[in-house]
């Protein structure tokens, strides 16, 4: 069982940017797509961006494309959101969690993510 562990929220000015941060152990995540999802207060969780095993394939949600970029160190079994440009809209907790299937070929559905972090809170002021 891996646990994920999120940081890098806080609170910033609108425009601002922010690097969040998950740090998995237990297990090594390196052969698994990783991905970042958010939820603001009385909303649904969505999903923000993933990122395949190699880091060779990245995915965003519209809203976020253009300002948010995910990568992976895998040696520090770490995966990252840099999130620049940010809006009041952006705010939520954001939530890492990884695929529950190895190597996997094509973009992980949500209901494909097993294991998720405790979540960190990224305010977003106007």
């Known amino acids: 069982q891996v646990q994920l562990v999120e940081s890098g929220g806080g609170l910033v000015q609108a425009g601002g940017s922010l690097r969040l941060s998950c740090a998995a152990s237990?297990?090594?995540?390196?052969?698994?797509?990783m991905g970042w999802f958010r939820q603001a207060p009385g909303k649904e969780r969505e999903f923000v961006a993933a990122?395949?095993?190699?880091?060779?394939?990245?995915y965003f949600t519209d809203s976020v494309k253009g300002r948010f970029t995910i990568s992976r160190d895998n040696a520090k079994n770490t995966v990252y959101l840099q999130m620049n440009s940010l809006k009041p809209e952006d705010t939520a907790t954001y939530y890492c969690?990884?695929?529950?299937?190895?190597?996997?070929?094509?973009?992980?559905?949500?209901?494909?993510?097993?294991?998720w972090g405790q979540g960190t809170q990224v305010t977003v002021s106007s």
């Open positions: 237990g297990r090594t995540v390196s052969q698994y797509a």
């Open positions: 969690a990884a695929d529950t299937k190895r190597f996997r070929l094509v973009v992980p559905g949500t209901e494909d993510f097993g294991s």
């Open positions: 990122i395949n095993w190699s880091g060779g394939s990245t």
